[in-house]
């Protein structure tokens, strides 16, 4: 998976997708590798009705956030300001990465340090 929780994203399609001029970015609640699926905050929303009942006298409606498709998000670049590819990397102390293919930044640590992959200098 190219995405994690807590990740921001970019959403790039379906009903809640941005534009190029306005992107619709979120934070992925949980990351569902066997589905490919990932839930992000705010996004694919779905209200169930519920009618009025005795713990509930009001009624009302409930909304949670269903999957979307992993290949549908992006992760965001900050430095891009949108939703980019990403690679992975090891650091010169040996921490495995992940970057932007665009810009070349680091998008944060997916490995504390290890010698075996630590640059010998
Ligand atoms: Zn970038």
Not at 58 to 81: D, F, H, I, W
């Amino acid at each position: 998976m190219h995405v994690r929780k807590d990740d921001i994203v970019e959403v790039l399609t379906g009903d809640d997708a941005g534009t190029a001029q306005s992107r619709t970015t979120g934070r992925v609640l949980r990351v569902l590798p066997d589905k490919n699926k990932v839930v992000v905050e705010g996004i694919n929303r779905v209200y169930k009705h519920l009618k009025p009942s005795r713990q509930n006298p009001q009624g009302g409606r409930l909304s949670k956030e269903m999957p979307v498709a992993a290949s549908n998000v992006l992760l965001y670049c900050s430095t891009c300001r949108k939703g980019v590819r990403i690679g992975r990397r090891y650091t010169d102390d040996g921490r495995k990465e992940r970057y932007c293919k665009k810009c070349g930044n680091s998008l944060g640590m997916l490995s504390k340090a290890r010698k075996a992959y630590a640059r010998k200098s």
